[in-house]
């Protein structure tokens, strides 16, 4: 062959290998398939008729992320209990409810005084906080006995945490470094293979850890709300499961709820290719109307409300740059502009949610609830005493 040809032949295949390579170290292979699935059968088609979007930020809420110390930690803890009402305070969804947060607070880095200033930010009706938990080489055993633990003292000492019908505490989780399952190809930051059924019998209601795009330990289910039995002796049994509301729930399942993972032609790389839409909000990553519409587009519904448009985002809002993303001017402008869309289009409307009352209202979805968004917030799980809900007449203190 002519040596001026195969030379840019030989780059360009190059190219294309390290291209594969990367792609299948970041779990690219894994959830693109589905992706173009569910875009062939229309699934990434916004559905017709009016949309309730259900909008829930989960916080992977790290106040020591980056080594900070005690002092660093606090300041940023309390930054947020003090300016969060300040600036949302005055903000209300198409329910008259404020924005709404759920903190995700990791139990291995525990701190009472941490979790007080939350709960003081979440009794005045702007949020609730859940389960979060960075762990490596574990048992699960182990992680059981943790688990229960963290989950009375959230419920015990704070006053937090949702509650079953008989009173028992549950709890929302999400898994640090992505790592749900034992997820991750070299099995490190978990190594419980039975996960899910160590979150469901210690009390768990639903997990939130999805999507983990960019990460290998993203799962081939994406854009679903879905349930997951767990194989004790096989990582990764969330990468499949049955959608809530197309069947019966499976026995010995937990409920999953995804965010969306989607790839945006809008905000393109390069002006060329898309940019991976994975939900995450940060320095660089806004909230917008724009990503708005590629929230609604990956289709995260529950067959009995298609109405019902479930987004789920996820951020790390205790460091200082996603900080400033998440408690300034961006943000504001994203939920005026918000009050801006329903102003103008009848047939939308939002509803700022916390991660217990997505469930609760993906089980009414589940259940063929033919009311309102407000009146389902507390569908299954109340929320925890004194922290008031979504629910009509429920009062908030800004």
Same mark, same amino acid.
């Given at each position: 062959?002519?040596?001026?040809?195969?030379?840019?032949?030989?780059?360009?295949?190059?190219?294309?290998?390290?291209?594969?390579?990367?792609?299948?170290?970041?779990?690219?292979?894994?959830?693109?398939? #589905?992706?173009?699935? $569910? *875009?062939? &059968?229309?699934?990434? /088609?916004?559905?017709?008729?009016?949309?309730?979007? %259900? @909008?829930?930020?989960?916080?992977?809420?790290?106040?020591?992320?980056?080594?900070?110390?005690?002092?660093?930690?606090?300041?940023?803890?309390?930054?947020?209990?003090?300016?969060?009402?300040?600036?949302?305070?005055?903000?209300?969804?198409?329910?008259?409810?404020?924005?709404?947060?759920?903190?995700?607070?990791?139990?291995?880095?525990?701190?009472?005084?941490?979790?007080?200033?939350?709960?003081?930010?979440?009794?005045?009706?702007?949020?609730?906080?859940?389960?979060?938990?960075?762990?490596?080489?574990?048992? #699960?055993?182990?992680? $059981? *006995?943790? &688990?229960?633990?963290? /989950?009375?003292?959230?419920?015990?000492?704070?006053? %937090? @945490?949702?509650?079953?019908?008989?009173?028992?505490?549950?709890?929302?989780?999400?898994?640090?470094?992505?790592?749900?399952?034992?997820?991750?190809?070299?099995?490190?930051?978990?190594?419980?293979?039975?996960?899910?059924?160590?979150?469901?019998?210690?009390?768990?209601?639903?997990?939130?850890?999805?999507?983990?795009?960019?990460?290998?330990?993203?799962?081939?289910?994406?854009?679903?709300?879905?349930?997951?039995?767990?194989?004790?002796?096989?990582?990764?049994?969330?990468?499949?499961?049955?959608?809530?509301?197309?069947?019966?729930?499976?026995?010995?399942?937990?409920?999953?709820?995804?965010?969306?993972?989607?790839?945006?032609?809008?905000?393109?790389?390069?002006?060329?290719?898309?940019?991976?839409?994975?939900?995450?909000?940060?320095?660089?990553?806004?909230?917008?109307?724009?990503?708005?519409?590629?929230?609604?587009?990956?289709?995260?519904?529950?067959?009995?409300?298609?109405?019902?448009?479930?987004?789920?985002?996820?951020?790390?809002?205790?460091?200082?740059?996603?900080?400033?993303?998440?408690?300034?001017?961006?943000?504001?402008?994203?939920?005026?502009?918000?009050?801006?869309?329903?102003?103008?289009?009848?047939?939308?409307?939002?509803?700022?949610?916390?991660?217990?009352?997505?469930?609760?209202?993906?089980?009414?979805?589940?259940?063929?609830?033919?009311?309102?968004?407000?009146?389902?917030?507390?569908?299954?799980?109340?929320?925890?005493?004194?922290?008031?809900?979504?629910?009509?007449?429920?009062?908030?203190?800004?």
């Amino acid at each position: 062959m002519n040596p001026a040809i195969a030379l840019p032949l030989a780059g360009f295949a190059a190219s294309i290998a390290l291209a594969a390579r990367s792609a299948h170290r970041r779990g690219v292979d894994r959830w693109l398939p #589905s992706y173009a699935i $569910r *875009s062939a &059968l229309g699934r990434h /088609r916004p559905s017709p008729g009016p949309t309730r979007l %259900l @909008l829930c930020i989960a916080d992977h809420f790290e106040p020591n992320a980056g080594g900070a110390g005690r002092a660093l930690a606090s300041e940023r803890v309390d930054d947020w209990v003090d300016r969060y009402p300040r600036l949302f305070g005055s903000i209300r969804d198409s329910d008259g409810r404020p924005p709404r947060h759920t903190f995700f607070y990791p139990m291995e880095t525990y701190d009472p005084s941490h979790i007080d200033a939350l709960a003081s930010l979440c009794r005045r009706g702007f949020g609730e906080v859940e389960v979060h938990l960075h762990h490596d080489c574990d048992t #699960s055993a182990n992680l $059981r *006995s943790r &688990l229960v633990e963290y /989950r009375e003292t959230l419920a015990g000492r704070h006053g %937090l @945490l949702a509650r079953r019908g008989d009173g028992r505490a549950a709890y929302g989780f999400i898994h640090g470094n992505w790592a749900l399952d034992n997820s991750r190809p070299d099995g490190r930051w978990c190594g419980v293979v039975d996960e899910l059924d160590a979150l469901r019998e210690t009390g768990c209601y639903a997990d939130f850890t999805l999507p983990s795009a960019p990460s290998p330990t993203q799962t081939r289910k994406i854009n679903s709300i879905y349930y997951a039995v767990d194989d004790p002796v096989r990582p990764r049994s969330h990468d499949s499961g049955t959608d809530v509301g197309d069947g019966p729930q499976p026995d010995r399942s937990l409920m999953l709820i995804q965010g969306p993972l989607a790839l945006s032609w809008q905000r393109r790389k390069w002006g060329v290719l898309p940019r991976l839409e994975n939900g995450c909000l940060q320095a660089g990553q806004a909230a917008s109307i724009d990503r708005l519409h590629d929230w609604l587009k990956a289709g995260v519904r529950v067959r009995g409300r298609p109405d019902w448009a479930f987004v789920k985002l996820h951020t790390h809002g205790a460091p200082e740059a996603n900080r400033r993303a998440l408690l300034g001017e961006g943000m504001t402008r994203f939920h005026r502009d918000l009050a801006a869309l329903a102003e103008a289009d009848p047939d939308f409307t939002y509803h700022y949610a916390t991660a217990r009352e997505l469930y609760n209202l993906a089980r009414a979805a589940e259940a063929g609830w033919d009311g309102t968004v407000a009146e389902a917030r507390d569908f299954e799980l109340a929320g925890p005493p004194g922290i008031p809900s979504g629910r009509p007449g429920a009062s908030v203190r800004v």
